[in-house]
């Protein structure tokens, strides 16, 4: 009597616990589709919102797009115009002219300006001599002044070397026939004697020279003329002062 009692007591348990087990998943089922479907409504908002700002931007484009269109227009017809009515063109410059009294005041300047070129002489007139003969007086007071002012004078330092015939010479005989030699635009200077060798000795004697009054061809020629001392002459040093 004891277990045939029992067992309807343990299918009852069973039965019950698949039942639980079934409400605990329908549960769980219905809190994922729950869940899901708030995800998807978020999502479906963002969408949304996509869209709605595509459709502006698309919108403001294309009323750039339009906008372009009748820029475009606006300058075929005008291109057409100008192609076809060249006459009004040539025509503008002279609307302008009727219409524009500040053209008027341009255009008169340079009329103004031929008016005072035509007043010019050419071919001369009183004004025109009195002007060359002030001309020619300053040009003359000009050269006169610069004939007065005296010009720099262009000198040259030379060196002489004055040789003997041999050691017998009398070289302060010798150094006075060449300080004899006198020129306009020469000035003797110092003198000293260098050996030479043999006992024989130079005189060596400078100068101070114009160049355009003396030259070292004119000294050698008059200093050379004392044959009886005198054997020849060099130019030791040159120099521009």
Not at 84 to 102: D, L, Y
Not at 107 to 115: F, G, I, L, M
Not at 204 to 215: L, M, R, S
Request: net charge negative; charged share 30%.
């Amino acid at each position: 009597m004891n277990t045939t009692v029992s067992i309807p007591f343990l299918f009852k348990d069973v039965g019950s616990n698949t039942i639980l087990q079934d409400i605990a998943r329908a549960r769980e089922n219905i809190q994922k589709s729950l869940a899901g479907s708030i995800s998807a409504a978020a999502d479906q908002g963002e969408i949304i919102c996509r869209i709605k700002s595509l459709e502006l931007e698309n919108h403001s484009l294309r009323k750039v797009v339009d906008d372009l269109r009748a820029a475009l227009s606006k300058l075929d017809c005008r291109v057409s115009l100008l192609e076809k009515s060249p006459a009004a063109v040539a025509a503008a410059p002279a609307a302008a002219h009727t219409n524009g009294t500040a053209v008027q005041q341009k255009t008169s300047v340079p009329v103004k300006d031929e008016e005072e070129d035509s007043d010019i002489d050419l071919f001369g007139s009183d004004d025109d001599e009195e002007a060359a003969q002030l001309k020619e007086k300053r040009l003359k007071e000009y050269a006169e002044k610069k004939a007065k002012k005296p010009g720099i004078i262009a000198k040259s330092s030379i060196l002489l070397d004055v040789k003997p015939w041999d050691d017998e010479t009398d070289m302060v005989k010798l150094e006075e026939c060449v300080r004899s030699v006198v020129a306009d635009g020469l000035l003797w200077g110092t003198s000293k004697l260098v050996p030479v060798g043999y006992g024989i000795k130079k005189l060596q004697i400078a100068c101070v020279v114009e160049d355009d009054k003396v030259g070292t061809d004119l000294l050698e020629e008059e200093i050379t003329k004392f044959e009886d001392y005198i054997q020849s002459v060099d130019v030791a040093a040159f120099n521009k002062i």
